[in-house]
């Protein structure tokens, strides 16, 4: 099966920047949606970005400007980025990426820790 892999994570000081990377280990699959969600303790998991493979992008509520989703389809890879990054910032991450057909599901990266704190 496909597998999603997240690198990048670890701590960070508030007002920081981070760049995440998800790796397909499948390396024909080029997803139409590719997106990061994120999960903070005692929340539920919550869209942060989302890219097509078009290239047109949605971000989550009050997210927009402090983070960054892009797509590399030769190298199938998405990243995100972070500037300004405040502690309830501090989630873990998920790689996410969904074909948009019919009778399959989509897939989830296993999560990767980003702590954000003095």
């Known amino acids: 099966q496909v597998q999603l892999v997240e690198s990048g994570g670890g701590v960070v000081q508030p007002g920081g920047s981070l760049r995440l990377s998800c790796v397909a280990t499948?390396?024909?699959?080029?997803?139409?949606?590719m997106a990061w969600y994120r999960q903070a303790p005692g929340k539920q998991r919550e869209l942060v970005a989302r890219?097509?493979?078009?290239?047109?992008?949605t971000y989550g509520e009050s997210l927009q400007g402090r983070f960054t989703i892009s797509r590399d389809n030769d190298k199938h890879m998405v990243y995100l980025q972070s500037s300004s990054l405040k502690p309830e910032d501090t989630a873990v991450y998920y790689c996410y990426a969904d074909n948009g057909l019919v009778g399959v599901p989509p897939y989830w990266g296993q999560g990767i820790q980003v702590t954000v704190s003095s």
């Open positions: 499948v390396r024909t699959f080029t997803p139409y949606i």
């Open positions: 890219m097509t493979k078009g290239g047109n992008t």
